[in-house]
């Protein structure tokens, strides 16, 4: 089983609507989660950081973490165009602080259609 | 708004030959981080760094590969014979004590 599973997709949807992104995880040491947009052949683009069940809002981003059913989720509302790009989970074990690799999901392509 | 950079930007090799690739981290961060990415894969960890010493290093960081930190501001990746496999996207990356990584816009790696 691997460590994180993320679906590549591609997903496509029209413009405004809302997307859901998911990850789903098997360590439980992971309680750092983060959440990358990444262009082509560009690098990550850091969204969303949390450490807590629950949810955290930054505009039109909803992140979402569920720890008992060690599932991830990123909501994208009124959806544009600029948002397509692959968007990446990542997570880490802070337990080795200072040292906290990220392990990353393989990244969802999404395209936004207009 | 500060950020991680990275030169060169694209970087051709031959086998056998040495690189070096080069990262600037955010100024008041502590901790570094090397990643790389081959084409259509996942963004793989390769080695981190604290306080002028490796912290942790992938099973990818095999012999060939090496981290300095020599000024206090540049932060490089040297790999000392190229292989065809190791061409990548490598992207740096670096962390404050709230521990979110900001990543650079990586260097490409080609190597013929």
């Known amino acids: 089983q691997k460590e994180v599973e993320q679906d590549p997709g591609p997903l496509s949807v029209p413009e405004g609507a809302i997307v859901s992104l998911n990850c789903t995880y098997s360590?439980?040491?992971?309680?750092?989660f983060m959440w990358y947009r990444q262009y082509s052949r560009k690098g990550p683009e850091l969204l969303m950081y949390?450490?807590?069940?629950g949810n955290k809002e930054d505009g039109r981003f909803t992140a979402q973490v569920d720890k008992s059913s060690k599932y991830i989720s990123l909501f994208i509302r009124d959806s544009q165009p600029s948002d397509s790009a692959t968007y990446l989970c990542?997570?880490?074990?802070?337990?080795?602080?200072?040292?906290?690799?990220?392990?990353f999901g393989t990244g969802t392509r999404l395209t936004i259609i207009p | 708004e500060p950020e991680v950079t990275q030169t060169p930007s694209h970087q051709v090799t031959q086998m056998g030959q040495e690189v070096i690739l080069r990262c600037v981290p955010i100024?008041?961060?502590?901790?570094f981080y090397w990643y790389r990415q081959i084409l259509g894969q996942k963004v793989e960890f390769l080695v981190s760094?604290?306080?002028?010493?490796?912290?942790?290093k992938s099973e990818i960081f095999d012999d060939q590969f090496s981290v300095e930190r020599p000024d206090g501001s540049n932060f490089t990746l040297k790999i000392r014979s190229t292989k065809l496999e190791d061409s990548a996207m490598y992207f740096c990356?670096?962390?404050?004590?709230?521990?979110?990584?900001?990543f650079g816009p990586g260097t490409r790696l080609t190597v013929t």
């Open positions: 990356a670096s962390t404050p004590p709230s521990r979110e990584q900001y």
């Open positions: 760094f604290y306080n002028n010493e490796i912290s942790e």
């Open positions: 100024s008041n961060h502590l901790y």
């Open positions: 949390t450490y807590s069940s």
């Open positions: 990542a997570m880490s074990d802070p337990s080795n602080f200072g040292n906290e690799k990220l392990t």
């Open positions: 360590n439980s040491a992971f309680q750092y």
